[in-house]
């Protein structure tokens, strides 16, 4: 993937979130993240209270794939906290919690933005209204955020080759998909097609449960790369790798950084698989 296509795509969105400047002193900011609690998932009374879900949503068509990227990591861009983040399906911008006083909450108001899903259990609400949605037409979007495959598919993939066609028109072949260009990452990008297309190693980590009760954040991260390169229905013919090399960058204690090319990037990955 060319660096220019990766710069288009950092316009979209910033790589590591900044926090959202507002003129209202009642909006959320990184300071004023006492309600922090109050923002997390909902406990089993709570859901039990939670409003009935609805299958007639009135701004499912406010919905926009052309800006939903769930490759980036999962913090929310107002408090940079990665507890009950919400992912806005109309801007594709990542907010916490759904409460009155949460992030999420504000931009359903201020930017008339109403549908949201959960990063972690996939549920997709409606704010301010406070309802679950459901409705088979969100299954693409569930899907992308967490590819899920068989070992049917697993053997199709060595037997039979197919093209999808991603939101913009363009042909991919499966498995066959870029790697955005996060300042000089070029080499590592290469290294991981390499690690993917290994068949052992890709449908080890294509099978989630293989790895589910895996500790390790690289292992966890590599096996969602390698789920969403190999989606056949994916919006787009390229991925960004950026909350892998998140994760290297904190498992190395900062040695490898990202817009930095090092030779032992090659060796960070190799730990990881010798190690997990």
């Not at 009642?26 to 709570?46: D, F, V």
């Not at 769930?70 to 861009?77: G, H, I, P, R, V």
């Not at 301010?128 to 049917?152: G, N």
């Not at 790369?225 to 498992?251: C, D, G, S, Y």
């Amino acid at each position: 993937m060319s660096e220019q296509d990766s710069n288009n795509n950092n316009k979209k969105r910033e790589l590591s979130p900044t926090p959202s400047s507002s003129s209202s002193s009642s909006k959320p900011t990184t300071e004023t993240t006492n309600n922090e609690e109050e923002w997390e998932e909902e406990t089993p009374i709570q859901r039990k209270d939670r409003k009935k879900a609805r299958n007639d949503c009135p701004y499912l068509d406010t919905i926009n794939r052309h800006m939903l990227d769930f490759d980036l990591e999962k913090l929310c861009s107002v408090t940079l906290s990665h507890l009950n983040v919400y992912a806005c399906l109309v801007c594709g911008k990542y907010f916490q919690g759904k409460s009155k006083t949460s992030p999420a909450h504000f931009h359903s108001l201020e930017a008339n933005h109403h549908v949201f899903i959960h990063l972690e259990n996939k549920r997709v609400i409606c704010l301010p209204e406070d309802y679950e949605v459901l409705d088979s037409s969100l299954a693409d979007i569930i899907y992308l955020l967490d590819p899920t495959f068989t070992k049917e598919q697993l053997v199709q993939f060595d037997t039979s080759a197919k093209f999808s066609t991603a939101l913009d028109g363009s042909l991919f072949l499966n498995g066959m998909v870029g790697l955005n260009n996060v300042k000089n990452t070029d080499y590592i990008n290469s290294i991981l097609q390499v690690l993917v297309h290994i068949p052992p190693l890709r449908n080890f980590f294509l099978i989630k449960e293989n790895y589910a009760g895996n500790k390790s954040g690289l292992v966890q991260r590599f096996g969602e790369l390698t789920r969403k390169m190999w989606n056949p229905k994916n919006f787009k013919a390229q991925v960004l790798p950026h909350e892998l090399l998140q994760e290297i960058k904190t498992a190395s204690d900062e040695k490898f950084k990202i817009g930095q090319k090092q030779w032992y990037q090659s060796r960070v990955l190799f730990f990881f698989f010798f190690f997990f």
